[in-house]
């Protein structure tokens, strides 16, 4: 009988031995790709170009499944609880790097449950007006909002999102009082304010373009460090109004922990291939969005700087803690 140590060491030339065919049947089936939002938001969007692409490169189609709901929370908490072969994958964005400063009792841990994939795009926000507000500037609609405290409603994708901590962010730097209107989501949100139920919205820009475009909404300013080639016209929220303003968005695949090295590798190789190609780079960057592709050290890394950033803008907005 092999025992101990000895055992141990069967195990892992077993393992090593197997990761070869690992990574040269998967995957033998559909991947499902979770977004923790719904459909029509800004990683919605991202989400899909991406999968078309990859579903290419594997062989395979990767399903994009939309399970939005508690800030978030319930896309991670299904993802996380999967079996960690590569056929359940999570879309991560800034909620789920909020949310650790957010919630006092999340049931997974990014960092803990999760194994990062690849960074797929970085991007910004844009804040937008119905045209019946009156503001053609970020310093208009301040000036508004200081005239009307209150009277202003600003929509985001849930309470805690960064969509919502942006806009808490500008009413702290301004001085002012809109007030937050959460919902399950951006794309509800958006609905609201085409239709006037509400008035203003810190829309990640992959979403608020097309509505820019098409006229339905005023684009004010970005909320980035700097101008967008996407909409050049849109000054920064910090050039137009408030030094030292800037909030930025991610978006990145991540699998559950434990999920084999392989498997992980292959994903990875998939889906920066797809972020590096012209077709997909272009199709982000029409969205405003900046395809970036890393390794999973990388995106790791990138996650670890964004929890205490977060947690900040967490404590500024006086949201630290809330229970889920």
């Not at 509400?198 to 004010?220: E, K, Y």
């Amino acid at each position: 009988m092999v025992t101990g140590n000895c055992a141990r060491f069967v195990v892992l030339l077993l393992a090593l031995a197997a990761a070869p065919a690992i990574a040269q049947q998967y995957p033998a089936r559909a991947v499902r790709l979770i977004v923790a939002s719904s459909p029509g938001s800004g990683v919605d969007i991202v989400a899909r170009i991406m999968a078309q692409k990859v579903s290419t490169g594997l062989g395979q189609q990767v399903v994009v499944d939309n399970r939005a709901g508690a800030g978030a929370n319930l896309g991670a908490e299904i993802a996380a609880k999967s079996p960690a072969d590569g056929y359940t994958l999570l879309m991560g964005t800034p909620a789920h790097t909020i949310n650790v400063s957010l919630y006092s009792g999340l049931n997974y841990d990014v960092v803990r449950d999760f194994a990062p994939v690849s960074l797929v795009s970085t991007g910004q926000y844009v804040v937008i007006v119905h045209p019946s507000v009156p503001a053609r500037t970020a310093k208009e609609l301040i000036a508004i909002a200081k005239a009307r405290p209150g009277a202003l409603g600003f929509g985001s994708a849930g309470p805690g999102n960064s969509t919502h901590l942006a806009g808490e962010l500008f009413n702290s730097m301004a001085g002012i009082k809109m007030l937050h209107v959460p919902y399950k989501g951006s794309g509800p949100a958006l609905i609201d304010l085409t239709s006037g139920e509400i008035q203003v919205m810190f829309a990640n820009i992959t979403a608020g373009l097309p509505f820019i475009r098409n006229r339905r909404v005023r684009g004010l300013a970005v909320t980035g460090p700097k101008r967008t080639q996407q909409a050049p016209e849109l000054p920064t929220v910090a050039e137009a109004a408030l030094p030292g303003y800037s909030v930025t968005s991610f978006f990145g695949v991540l699998a559950p922990t434990g999920t084999p090295a392989p498997v992980i590798a292959k994903l990875n190789a998939e889906i920066v291939k797809a972020v590096h190609s012209t077709e997909v780079r272009s199709s982000l960057a029409n969205e405003g969005a900046e395809g970036i592709g890393s390794s999973p050290e990388e995106f790791a890394a990138y996650i670890r700087a964004e929890i205490p950033r977060w947690a900040v803008a967490v404590k500024t907005a006086g949201l630290q803690g809330q229970v889920k």
